[in-house]
């Protein structure tokens, strides 16, 4: 039973344009969503994240956008560099279960 | 500040061996992980530590047993290994306070099991 679903294996997009990568989720008990980033040969590392009685919170260039009544999020990057070419996690947690549950992941190439 | 450090970072075995996977974090985090990531599949628990002296199954803890040894340190031994536990493992650590999932991790070690 898949909680977090990211049901876009891979996304390709210009440099210099947006990059949206989605996320779904069917636990409405959530309290936080976040994002990971994770380059290969690496461990995952923490991007952005919302709480639940949010809709929308920026840092940079990474913003995500939390639809809590279609259980959806989104992240957004503007503008994507060469350098966000990368796997991105989406996550989400009930407050205090220590149980951070992540979706399949999403590989984001950035093209020169 | 090494942060969290896993080790080996590449091990083969063949059906049926034992080893261990050491992890150690210098942050003094209370709370600690076991993940397992497979292709299509994500990452998935399989056992955590809320702090010294307990530990408790994650999601996937089959095959799988734990010992948080002291605050600094969280070991996964595989007893008997089989081929379907050819994955890459990341350790990760949390302060008790960050109950909002900001987890700090390893590089991981990338084991095959023939």
């Known amino acids: 039973d898949q909680q977090v679903k990211q049901n876009s294996p891979s996304l390709s997009v210009q440099e210099g344009r947006i990059s949206i990568l989605n996320c779904d989720y069917t636990?409405?008990?959530?309290?936080?969503f976040l994002w990971y980033k994770k380059y290969p040969a690496e461990g995952p590392t923490f991007l952005i994240s919302i709480s639940s009685i949010k809709d929308k919170n920026e840092d940079g260039r990474f913003t995500v956008f939390l639809n809590k009544s279609a259980k959806h999020l989104s992240l957004h990057i503007v503008p994507s560099q060469p350098g966000d070419s990368a796997v991105y996690f989406c996550a989400a947690i009930i407050q205090g279960a220590q149980k951070l549950v992540f979706g399949q992941g999403t590989r984001l190439t950035i093209n020169p | 500040n090494a942060g969290v450090t896993q080790t080996p970072k590449f091990q083969v075995l063949k059906t049926g061996q034992s080893m261990t996977l050491q992890c150690a974090q210098d942050?003094?985090?209370?709370?600690m992980y076991w993940y397992r990531q497979d292709p299509g599949m994500g990452l998935r628990l399989i056992y955590y530590?809320?702090?010294?002296?307990?530990?408790d199954k994650g999601e996937v803890p089959n095959g799988y047993n734990v010992s948080r040894l002291n605050k600094r340190e969280f070991s996964l031994r595989l007893e008997s290994a089989a081929p379907s536990q050819t994955s890459v493992y990341f350790c990760?650590?949390?302060?008790?306070?960050?109950?909002?999932?900001?987890?700090?991790f390893g590089s991981g070690t990338q084991l095959s099991v023939l």
């Open positions: 530590s809320a702090s010294e002296g307990t530990t």
């Open positions: 942050m003094n985090h209370n709370s």
């Open positions: 990760a650590s949390s302060a008790r306070t960050a109950a909002e999932g900001k987890l700090f």
């Open positions: 636990n409405s008990m959530f309290d936080y």
